[in-house]
């Protein structure tokens, strides 16, 4: 009896932290004592922590610093005041310490958000100094220092130097004023709103930290399509509170500007912005708000897209309207993020191309600081889409890339769909805009067209859920968007890697599991959902499921046969010289590739071709056997994921197991839905019979075309 209580005893002192109830509210920051075989830090280092920083910024460092190694190492790591033993840790500028000023680190090239790790002998002793020019880099140096540690990276010979090479590195939330979140997957709006400024969440802390611990910098906390009264007096307070919870952790607070403020809330007639009255209303507007967020980041602003107001309602340019907003907020170092994202209220004839159509003629036109957002591709957030040819075409302007964290188009918070491929894919992309190597990351950076301003943005995931993201693996995609925006050069693999290390642990069957799962993952959803290049092919409005026959929708372009073209010959939009010529959008050599079916590869195929049913492509088969086997594949790779999922059972923590299985139990029956209802639809198209081993549709097309989701999550409006 008393065996058995002992050895129960025994087992429950052993249990490792990740079998205790998680709810993933923790994020990546989850600091659970690491297990032996991969905690390399001895007793001899991280012995006390030295940081002589008392600005709000420098303590908040400390604070996580201490918090982190003192959980990760499970003794409590104390602070002194001198490098008084072996072993510590001296986090200081070389302002704040006469240390870190006598050890001259080459800290030049860090600016002000770059940090130094290194490791050296301080009056005799081993220490290990966080060095920067700042308290910033200083909490990006403590951070960078603990994912060291969680990962299991040894630490005792450390020399480390990193900086961003994004200046701006933005989360978007499209969070509504009724903190309803469009697009928004896991619950609503961060911001209680009604209850700030006297109410602040204790949460804002938690969003901040997590921002701060992957370098992400600013946040615009409000919709770009919400409403102008974000901009009163009433509304500034709150956002005033949370820009006050925020600036420890290096975050500044961005808002949307609803173009049409002055007549909303300004009792203006007119928002033109050439009108004297109109530029004096936005001049007296970021003197209100630079008075009570001194450090105020500045407008973004989506104008004449999608019904929004804009200056061409004025018949003004673009370039007249950011230039506006940019007067404005020049005398406070504000900028203005003017969103490429175009939808003109007429029709074009190849939607793609509207975005370079209108801004391509502005380039140079812009005040210095004006920041271009363009989306990653010239359509919307798809699953795949070729880079966007703004990047190679304005060289004159710095140029922002825009993704979208949440998963609006790959299959909302149950799919699990890692987000680092599609974005590595993209950054990686070579624009030619001076010659090969011309990557997109290049462009984003500034380093091409040697702007000083550079940033990306990402449409943030954040909500009300315990899990901040809606599932738990879309954490990685908050993870992945902060730490590309860092540095758009790093591989996603190494940041599914580190992402996984922190939020599910070292255990090598578990690194070795999940990094794979995740790097095929959105692979997955683009073959189950659109593969070859297909694309816009979801629900009208909610983009919730498949539905490629929607036909009646007013606009030619609101309709997913808009896209895919599909007839009795073949399917596909033609974007060559023959069809709609978006490919002369790019730079010669680009546009000689995409518009050749011999090179433009599979991946795009059907965005820029027209194929035929039964042309041969590379693999052997025909397109429409192809097609079929793409979209197999797809759940077949679902399955699989699931299968490797199940077998990690016993290395993780019993709670985050079981919803991410119920969420991967959700996507296979969504992937097989996508499979049998697109094909069943291209079916009644091509007239072909499946190839032989393919099961058919589990349902008749019109099964599928009879589906309506009029409650399906974070819808528009
Ligand atoms: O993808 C579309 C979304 C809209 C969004 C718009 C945009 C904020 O469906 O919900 O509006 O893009 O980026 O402006």
């Not at 889409?385 to 609006?408: N, R, S």
């Not at 490919?583 to 011999?598: C, G, H, K, S, T």
């Not at 991410?660 to 839905?673: D, G, K, M, N, T």
């Amino acid at each position: 009896m008393q065996k058995t209580l002992l050895a129960l005893l025994a087992l429950l002192t052993l249990l490792p932290a990740a079998a205790r109830a998680e709810d993933g509210y923790r994020l990546w920051l989850r600091y659970d004592r690491l297990a032996e075989p991969s905690r390399r830090v001895d007793a001899a280092a991280a012995t006390a922590i030295v940081a002589p920083g008392s600005g709000p910024v420098a303590q908040a460092a400390r604070a996580e610093l201490q918090r982190g190694l003192s959980g990760l190492l499970g003794r409590p790591v104390a602070m002194a005041r001198d490098v008084d033993r072996d072993g510590a840790i001296l986090l200081a500028t070389p302002r704040s310490s006469p240390a870190i000023a006598a050890l001259h680190l080459p800290l030049d090239r860090l600016g002000d958000e770059g940090y130094l790790i290194r490791t050296v002998r301080i009056g005799g002793r081993p220490a290990t100094v966080i060095a920067a020019n700042s308290d910033r880099g200083l909490l990006y140096g403590a951070f960078a220092f603990l994912r060291l540690v969680q990962t299991g990276r040894a630490i005792d010979r450390l020399d480390i130097a990193d900086a961003p090479k994004v200046k701006l590195r933005l989360l978007d939330h499209w969070d509504n004023l009724d903190r309803h979140v469009e697009r928004g997957y896991a619950g609503q709006s961060l911001w209680d709103w009604q209850k700030l400024p006297l109410w602040k969440d204790p949460r804002y802390i938690d969003y901040a930290r997590a921002d701060a611990s992957i370098g992400i910098n600013g946040a615009v906390v409000n919709n770009v399509n919400s409403k102008a009264d974000i901009l009163t007096a009433p509304w500034l307070e709150k956002v005033a509170a949370l820009a006050e919870i925020f600036r420890p952790w290096g975050v500044r607070v961005y808002l949307s500007a609803r173009f049409s403020a002055p007549i909303e809330i300004g009792g203006l007639r007119t928002a033109d912005p050439l009108d004297p009255q109109v530029r004096a209303w936005w001049k007296a507007k970021a003197d209100e708000i630079y008075r009570i967020i001194p450090d105020f980041g500045g407008f973004l602003v989506k104008a004449n897209s999608e019904g929004q107001p804009g200056p061409q309602d004025y018949k003004r340019s673009h370039a007249d309207g950011a230039n506006m907003l940019a007067d404005a907020l020049a005398p406070h170092g504000g900028v203005v993020m003017w969103r490429a994202f175009v939808y003109s209220a007429t029709g074009a004839d190849d939607r793609a191309k509207q975005a370079y159509d209108e801004f391509k003629p502005l380039d140079g036109k812009f005040r210095p600081n004006v920041i271009l957002q363009v989306k990653n591709g010239p359509l919307d957030f798809q699953p795949r889409e070729p880079f966007h040819p703004l990047f190679g075409a304005m060289p004159k302007t710095p140029v922002a890339i825009e993704v979208e964290i949440t998963k609006e188009y790959l299959g909302f918070a149950t799919h699990l769909a890692f987000l680092g491929t599609m974005w590595e894919e993209a950054l990686a992309s070579d624009t030619f805009a001076r010659g090969r190597g011309s990557t997109l990351a290049k462009v984003v950076e500034g380093a091409l067209g040697g702007h000083n301003l550079s940033a990306m943005a990402g449409v943030a995931n954040t909500g009300t859920d315990r899990n901040w993201s809606g599932s738990q693996f879309d954490q990685a995609n908050w993870y992945a968007f902060g730490r590309l925006a860092w540095d758009p050069q790093l591989s996603a693999r190494a940041i599914a890697e580190e992402w996984t290390r922190m939020t599910w642990g070292n255990d090598p069957r578990v690194v070795d599991a999940i990094v794979p799962m995740m790097m095929g993952s959105r692979q997955a959803v683009v073959d189950y959902m659109t593969p070859l290049g297909l694309h816009h092919l979801m629900g009208t409005g909610h983009h919730y499921g498949p539905a490629p026959w929607v036909n009646d929708q007013q606009r030619p372009e609101w309709n997913p046969v808009y896209y895919h073209r599909a007839d009795a010959n073949g399917i596909g939009f033609d974007r060559t010289a023959t069809g709609s010529n978006a490919v002369a959008q790019y730079a010669p050599e680009v546009a000689r590739r995409f518009a050749d079916r011999r090179s433009v590869g599979d991946d795009y195929l059907l965005w820029f071709h027209h194929v035929k049913w039964d042309d041969r492509l590379d693999t052997g088969r025909t397109l429409w056997d192809e097609l079929v086997a793409r979209y197999t594949r797809g759940v077949e790779e679902v399955a699989g994921m699931r299968r490797t999922w199940a077998s990690l059972a016993p290395y993780v923590d019993p709670q985050r197991h079981e919803e991410v299985a119920a969420f991967l139990a959700i996507q296979a029956r969504e992937a097989s839905w996508w499979r049998d209802a697109s094909i069943a639809y291209f079916q009644s198209i091509s007239h072909r019979p499946l190839p032989a081993g393919f099961a058919p549709p589990a349902h008749p097309l019109d099964y599928y075309e009879a589906l309506k989701f009029p409650y399906a999550p974070g819808q528009g409006g």
